[in-house]
């Protein structure tokens, strides 16, 4: 939405003033002001939004008003400790940066087998440093497939082999205690095929039907299709499913059981909204705003980062902000970093969007750096990179439960005056083994022809190629990676397992799953016998874990300010990158596979400064080398 279409919209300072009332009826007297302030300050964000989104809607405003009171009931409902924390957190926007949080990623059953089981491993991430816990999803999906439980057929239910919403909140006060944010996936784009409203609309229910997008023939989907992009082109080629019962083609852009939820409804919206707010009464902290890009449709386009996406996520942003202000909100889109910026407020007049985004396009970039030995991509990310609005961050990492999506580099690459399927065709090849000379062990994702570059899978040591040799150098590649990824992000993941170099999941269990989606060959169970080696600096295992434990408390100096950007700095040398964060902290990074000089002074960090981390013996030596794909942080004290 550009300036001049949000100041056309005019505020309805009456619907306002009812909507107020709404939200206020029943209110505490000993919450009343602060609940005041809170509407007076977010619901006119709230309602433009709406209004932009369904403003010319019949009865848009009884829906509204309703809306409201709902609010006002999920509001009031807010248990103490989260209103406690919500005072801190608007007190103190900038917690989640400031703090030098680590992330880690999970799986529930994966890393503890369930709900409590996970808050058994508490002290584990404490030990290690981690401030925010990702868990996968765990609430209940669809019986059989269930695309790792992103096919969601309940909002209100753990998955019963998980636990129970009891266990979730006694695991997220633990977490509380322990100064870990618990992060979780609102699946806001699709429901499983199982889900009561999905259920609903196969039973004819109109108001159900509503909820997705539903088709009587191929003409429409057969025109979306002309320019509508496929995810998993080899298992759910297209972006419909037939529905026998309905007789009408569903609009399904994952797998054939995740039904689209269609936002252009607005009890769509109100739903989604209940149950991000009610999981947030029961202790998440943070929300991971799956697959975000592809909540509207628009015929002849894309069907991603629309317009209206950005409305949708701006009008949640207003209502955590207004009812659960101690919230983030997460975006996981996976896009060109062109589309990416909007999601972090960038370009919109009233700011306030996700507080957070994943960089995946950076991410890409390393692993296209480590594959060519060569730094310009990475650099040019980077540069094209603008500086982050107020109070938001980057989510980098190095790897995910998902794969490697390639695409996200294609207007970079070409940017760059290259061809994308030839350039990152070869960087994918590599990873993945089929060069000569490449160290990775990565698997193709869903680009089985050869030719077509789409994604890769693999946990970061086998793409690095640590799994078979656990060699001293494959570890300096393994610590290059989360080091770049940890230098440059405001708050970094570590994914499970990563943290003990565990290699590409093989189990024999799991093989049905891993021939079906590759992308399970980065999700292994947590792997017991290398968790007791983890202080063990003989071991693969324990070489790993101190590697990322230097790298998080080398975020702690007081030299490496999270507030800081990023810059890029002119070395003359395609193998090295050299960045600067603010005034006092600096890092060079060689991905190439051949030792490299570096002119200390030239970049600026000679004198006064002192070696703050190294991964290879005399890496920081004012005159010395940096040994093929080392890296080293520079502070000035
Ligand atoms: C997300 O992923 C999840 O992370 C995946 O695990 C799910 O399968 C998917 O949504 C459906 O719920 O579209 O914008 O290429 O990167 O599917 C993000 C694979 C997504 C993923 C992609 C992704």
Redesign the pocket.
Known sequence: MSKSDVAALSMDTSLLARARQCFLAEADPAVQAEATGRFDRHAPRLLHWLTALYGRQPMFDAWLLSLCTTLGTLARARPPALRELDRERERDPDWFIHEKRVGYCAYVDRFGGDLNGVADRVDYLENLGVGYLHLLPFLRARSGDS??G??VASFEEVEPALGSMGDLERLAARLREARISLCA?L?L??VADQHPWALAATQGDQHYRSYFYLFSDRRVPNRYEQTVAQ??PQTAPGNFTHNDVLRSWVWT???PY?WDLNYAYPPVFASIASALLQLANRGVEIFRL?????LWKRLGTSCTNLPEVHQILSALRAMVDLVAPGVLLKA????ASTDLLPYLGVGETLGSECHLAYHSGLMAASWTALSEGRTTLLRQLLDSTPPLPAHTGWMTYVR????I?WGVLRSDVEAAGDDFTQRIGAAAAFLEGRRPGSFGHGVA??SADGHAV??TNGMASALVGLDSAGNAVALRRFALMYGLAFAVGTVPLLYMGDELAQPNNEADEDAALIALDS?WVQRPRLDLARLQQQLDPSTIAGKANAAIKALIAARHDPAFDPQASVETLACDNEALLAIRRGERFMAVFNFSDKPQSVDWSRLHAGDGWTTLLQTADDAGDDTGMLPAWAMVWRKKP
Do not use: K, L, M, W
Not at 332 to 335: G, Y
């Open positions: 695309d790792g992103f096919a996936d699946v784009n699709h995810i998993f852009t994952f797998y995740q799956d697959s975000a890009p592809f996981e889109a996976i896009v995910c439960h998902d794969d999506v994702f869903q789409h994604g992308r």
